[in-house]
């Protein structure tokens, strides 16, 4: 194996610290009386989905940052408990070897049995920052406008688009990338 076990260990305990603080900034916005409404039509309709009743009351073993715990809760509190926990992996790989030297799969594979390394999802927003890095390598300034325009591809009908569906004037390569813009 490749795993580093001192790499693995110092990448648990970042995963743990970092994930937490991000879960108490999550859990302070969804205190807003607006937020946790929005938050409680997405679970209702999922549980709408799954047949379930709202407030079936069941025992539950719930994931927390301070450890796991045994509640007795509706279906609805257990589905925006859900819905609302950060997920994230981590893969630190070698950049010389290619070797994997830690590997954080999620938040907890006991309770949620899912890794988050091998997930599935698209990489737009993660590999923005690689491809503006490039440019930049290429002598590309950060001051540099780029059409913020819509644009189809020649393979097809497929057409990047932004989160918001939002074109407009040239946009420096800076504020692209803090925008996450799809140019």
């Known amino acids: 194996s490749s795993l580093h076990a001192g790499l693995q260990e110092e990448a648990l305990q970042a995963f743990k610290k970092q994930l937490s603080r991000m879960q108490s900034l999550l859990d302070a916005e969804y205190r807003r009386e607006h937020k946790r409404k929005q938050l409680e039509n997405i679970a209702r309709k999922q549980l709408k989905q799954a047949g379930l009743a709202d407030e079936e009351m069941r025992k539950r073993l719930l994931f927390s ?3 796991n715990k045994l509640l007795e809760m509706s279906n609805l509190d257990s589905a925006m408990h859900q819905l609302r926990l950060l997920q994230a992996g981590f893969l630190g790989v070698d950049p010389q070897s290619g070797a994997i030297r830690c590997w954080v799969g999620g938040i907890d594979f006991g309770l949620q049995a899912y890794d988050q390394v091998l997930a599935r999802r698209q990489l737009a927003s993660v590999v923005k920052p690689l491809w503006f890095a490039a440019a930049l390598e290429q ?13 189809e591809l020649r393979y097809g009908q497929w057409r990047p688009a932004n989160y ?3 074109t407009g004037p040239p946009v420096s390569m800076a504020a692209a990338l803090r925008q996450s813009l799809n140019l």
């Not at 002598?139 to 644009?151: K, M, V």
């Open 139 to 151: 002598q590309w300034s950060p001051c540099q406008y780029l059409s913020n325009d819509t644009a």
């Open 164 to 166: 918001d569906h939002r």
């Open 65 to 67: 940052w301070e450890g």
